[in-house]
């Protein structure tokens, strides 16, 4: 049998996002995936992710993007939550301080939590939102310190973005399935040929996974 022409080779990445509550990690993802923007967006509804197919260079993608629906404290989040992560999104509001300031222990809690041998090697991307508000020279958070700590935890990538006004949503996504696909976990999906499918007494469900 000629198993190369049976099987086709995806990627999925699994993307996981954490950050203190309202700094719009829900908004952001709905941006990015639905190109919808709510001031009033409800947490997800009976999903813990969703998908988005894309490209990085000639390869076909697809994102697994967890959000936290609701449940920003880090101990109600369960293994499964964590396990198999190609990339950790962390997000804070560039408007408030404290948001920046609780990323230690997100980064830290996400490192144990998904036991990470070496946390520095792990694909994180820090996004600092609602740049929107953030207008003339008023800088609640300071760009140097974000800077220095984003070098001092492996040069993680950054991105100032909006999810209100679609701002850089798109080239912080696309960072992130770059370097996920650099930590991926390539999964290999069965398809069956219509003549073995037909061919069997109980046909297999194409799509169990
Ligand atoms: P989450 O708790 O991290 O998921 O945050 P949400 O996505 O629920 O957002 C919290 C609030 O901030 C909501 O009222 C959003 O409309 C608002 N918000 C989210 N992103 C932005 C942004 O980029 N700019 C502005 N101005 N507001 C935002
Ligand atoms: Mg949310």
Redesign the pocket.
């Known amino acids: 049998m000629d198993t190369s022409q049976a099987r086709r080779k995806r990627t999925l990445l699994k993307v996981i996002l954490l950050?203190d509550?309202?700094?719009?990690?829900?908004?952001?993802m709905n941006q990015y995936v639905y190109k919808k923007y709510?001031?009033h967006?409800k947490s997800t509804i009976g999903a813990d992710f969703v998908t988005k197919e894309l490209q990085v260079d000639d390869k076909t993608v697809t994102l697994q993007i967890w959000d936290t629906a609701g449940q920003e404290k880090f101990q109600s989040l369960g293994s499964a939550f964590y396990r198999g992560a190609d990339c950790c999104v962390l997000?804070y509001d560039v408007n408030v301080p404290r948001t920046f300031e609780t990323l230690n222990a997100w980064h830290d809690g996400f490192s144990k939590q998904a036991d990470l041998n070496d946390p520095e090697a792990f694909p994180f991307v820090l996004l600092g939102?609602?740049i929107?508000?953030n207008v003339g020279h008023n800088q609640p958070v300071c760009e140097e310190k974000v800077k220095e700590w984003c070098d001092s935890r492996g040069n993680m990538p950054y991105f100032q973005?909006?999810?209100?006004e679609n701002y850089n949503v798109e080239e912080a996504f696309s960072c992130v399935a770059k370097i996920a696909l650099e930590n991926e976990h390539e999964q290999d999906i069965y398809f069956p040929r219509m003549s073995e499918t037909v061919s069997e007494a109980e046909p297999r469900s194409p799509c169990a996974c």
Do not use: F, H, I
């Not at 973005?161 to 209100?164: E, G, I």
């Open positions: 950050g509550c309202g700094v719009g990690k829900t908004s952001l709510s001031e967006y997000v939102n609602k929107d508000l973005t909006s999810a209100k």
